[in-house]
């Protein structure tokens, strides 16, 4: 363990961090399926979720703190939602090599801690997170059910106001899955927010 | 602790400047000019005319922005063609202003430091630039001589903000 620190340590210091090309989906895109561990030890993939309406993909980590600021607004999306058919799926896209706090053991530590009921997935090759072009976390991707296919329909912030819910004007988010269950269209397709950059493997 | 207050309240007008030198705090804090909206940045940032400008985006709970601070430090105070300008965001997430200061004073930072007080990212963001995803650190180097501008969304490593200098002259 020591050593694997050590070499990892040696490795930030000697290589320049990379600059991931910015690229992922876009709006309109089908989505194509991933199997990630869950905090349980579970593969989970967005094919198991077949009578879902869509999916709150959220990219979303142990340690930033806009993460710990919408945590409980993550839970609140995932509670409301989850019967009407719009799951949330959180994923941690951080290398725990640059960042020990998002580490596997620290996520299963908070998801207890937290009493989530939806998946919280390592992209341990960050294949999944540079697929979808997340850049900061929390970052969502809203993606809706089109015949055995999901489709992304929102990416962005999921408020307006990261530092007090009280005062939030814009619920993103919510407001997107409303109208999906409305069958209309999205009223903001895409917000951005301020957040952590990811932490991207240096190798 | 009462004695230091009445002190400080017997001090002649003239002493008071000292005094506030003395305590090492910046005119700009004790005025509260540092605190700054997003039209305000726009247009600092537009009347610099003499110096190219490296703009950089950071917060105090930001470890890369706070890796790579010595950079911008360094640059303030080495290169006097450039005008560094350390642009805090701290208050998007949190609204005290004086953990911002303190840490500043704290940390002994010489470069200019600016307080962007502004909520709703998604309604400013993309004014600094429209490849901005939200994600800290970011850093904007301007020259508005000949109009060229590099925006990078990373930690940056050493030699590099040297680089972008040079692609903007």
């Given at each position: 363990m020591m050593k694997r620190l050590i070499v990892g340590l040696l490795m930030c210091v000697s290589l320049s961090a990379a600059a991931p090309v910015k690229s992922g989906y876009e709006l309109g895109d089908i989505v194509a399926d991933f199997r990630l561990k869950n905090v349980d030890g579970k593969m989970i993939s967005?094919?198991?979720?077949?009578?879902?309406?869509?999916i709150m993909v959220i990219f979303d980590c142990n340690t930033c703190p806009y993460s710990k600021a919408y945590n409980s607004r993550i839970i609140d999306l995932n509670n409301k939602y989850v019967t009407k058919g719009f799951p949330v799926i959180t994923i941690n896209p951080n290398d725990p090599g640059q960042s020990?706090?998002?580490s596997f053991e620290h996520m299963v530590s908070l998801a207890k801690e937290k009493g989530y009921s939806f998946p919280y997935l390592?992209?341990?090759?960050q294949d999944v997170t540079r697929a979808f072009g997340a850049t900061n976390t929390p970052h969502v991707f809203l993606l809706q059910r089109n015949g055995n296919q999901l489709k992304l329909v929102y990416i962005g912030?999921?408020?307006?106001n990261a530092r007090d819910a009280a005062a939030i004007k814009r619920k993103y988010v919510e407001e997107a899955v409303d109208a999906l269950l409305l069958n209309?269209?999205?009223?903001?397709?895409r917000t951005k927010a301020l957040g952590c950059s990811i932490k991207w493997k240096t190798a | 602790m009462n004695s230091r207050l009445t002190y400080i309240l017997r001090l002649k007008p003239g002493n008071w400047v000292i005094f506030l030198l003395l305590m090492g705090v910046p005119e700009a804090y004790s005025q509260g000019k540092d605190l700054i909206r997003l039209d305000q940045l726009q247009e600092a940032i537009r009347q610099e005319k003499d110096h190219i400008q490296v703009i950089n985006f950071w917060a105090t709970w930001c470890a890369p922005c706070l890796k790579e601070m010595p950079l911008f430090e360094k640059l303030n105070e080495e290169r006097k063609d450039v005008r560094v300008r350390l642009v805090s965001l701290d208050l998007d997430l949190d609204p005290n202003v004086e953990k911002v200061r303190n840490f500043v004073i704290r940390k002994k930072i010489k470069s200019e430091v600016m307080i962007l007080d502004e909520q709703n990212p998604t309604s400013w963001i993309e004014k600094i630039d429209?490849?901005?995803?939200?994600?800290?650190p970011a850093t904007l180097v301007i020259n508005n001589k000949n109009g060229k501008r590099k925006f990078v969304e990373r930690e940056l490593q050493p030699g590099e903000l040297e680089k972008l200098i040079a692609e903007v002259q």
């Open positions: 967005l094919s198991d979720f077949k009578d879902a309406k869509g020990s706090g998002d390592v992209d341990e090759t912030a999921i408020d307006d209309k269209p999205v009223p903001v397709l | 429209k490849s901005w995803s939200g994600a800290l």
